[in-house]
């Protein structure tokens, strides 16, 4: 099993950026896929990045693409999500999920093991 917390969230302007990070404690973190995820109020948690066990591999929404950046360091046992250029559309809570697979997977359903959230607001 693994404990997620996640951290760096909070309210910037449109155009600013944000870093998030992940701490994992438990079981091996390099074992695990690691995504993030978001919630904006009365939606769905949708899916935003994901790496794979040894950062070879990432994956992105196609909304974040060139502006988010994904990376993990499996020494710290961290994960992070760089935000740079950040919509009001980007405003949500985001989570931090890990996944005990081989293959970076996009669907909620697969990631085992969630941290609390940290909340991003992104002022116009």
């Known amino acids: 099993q693994v404990q997620l917390v996640e951290s760096g969230g909070g309210l910037v302007q449109a155009g600013g950026s944000l870093r998030l990070s992940c701490a994992a404690s438990?079981?091996?973190?390099?074992?695990?896929?690691m995504g993030w995820f978001r919630q904006a109020p009365g939606k769905e948690r949708d899916f935003v990045a994901a790496i794979s066990r040894r950062g070879g591999t990432t994956r992105y929404i196609d909304s974040v693409k060139g502006r988010f950046t994904i990376s993990r360091d499996n020494a710290k046992n961290t994960v992070y999500l760089q935000m740079n250029s950040l919509k009001p559309e980007d405003t949500a809570v985001y989570y931090c999920?890990?996944?005990?697979?081989?293959?970076?997977?996009?669907?909620?359903?697969?990631?085992?093991?969630w941290g609390q959230g940290t909340q991003v607001t992104v002022s116009s």
């Open positions: 438990g079981r091996t973190f390099s074992s695990y896929v």
């Open positions: 999920a890990a996944a005990t697979l081989v293959v970076v997977t996009t669907t909620p359903e697969e990631y085992a093991y």
